[in-house]
């Protein structure tokens, strides 16, 4: 997984900037720095299995609703995935993704930042000679 907490992020909030060979694994990888600051990936099992979907009008809104989706499900069914496959459809705005994980549980594991929204403020996606490159903001 590479993603990182890059500097420069406006105060109180969580920056991360994530990059992959694909689209889907550059979004599969922003997707798990944010719970990485939610809890340590590092303390949760792969116990259960789950899918996420999201559709949108453009590339940005469809990051946008993916990773509100999953913010979603970890705020309603307290799960964290470990290991998430991603596929994007960039033609049509779709993405679906196929996760491992488990449910947070405050007796068993870590507890870090809370984030409590998605934002697009400084949402940058860029493809690069090495694949893709994605960052977000999130309000915590």
């Known amino acids: 997984m590479v993603y990182t907490y890059p500097e420069g992020g406006p105060a109180a909030d969580l920056l991360v900037e994530a990059s992959g060979r694909t689209l889907g694994e550059a979004f599969a990888n922003l997707a798990l720095g944010m719970f990485n600051a939610v809890t340590p990936l590092s303390g949760i ?3 259960e299995e789950f899918v996420v979907e999201a559709q949108g ?3 940005e809104s469809l990051l ?3 990773m ?3 913010l979603y499900l ?3 069914e307290f799960l964290v995935p470990k290991r998430i496959e991603l596929n994007v459809d960039q033609k049509h705005f779709h993405a679906d993704a196929f ?3 488990e449910r947070f549980s405050r007796d068993t594991h870590e507890t870090g930042i809370a984030v409590k929204a998605v934002t697009y403020h400084m949402m940058s996606i860029r493809h690069e000679d090495e694949g893709w490159r994605v960052r977000m903001v999130f309000d915590t």
Do not use: H
Request: glycine letters at 6%; charged letters at 40%.
């Open 45 to 47: 099992a792969e116990d």
């Open 57 to 59: 009008d453009d590339l």
């Open 64 to 66: 946008f609703n993916l």
């Open 68 to 70: 509100d989706e999953f």
């Open 74 to 76: 970890n705020d309603v």
């Open 99 to 101: 996760c491992v994980g």
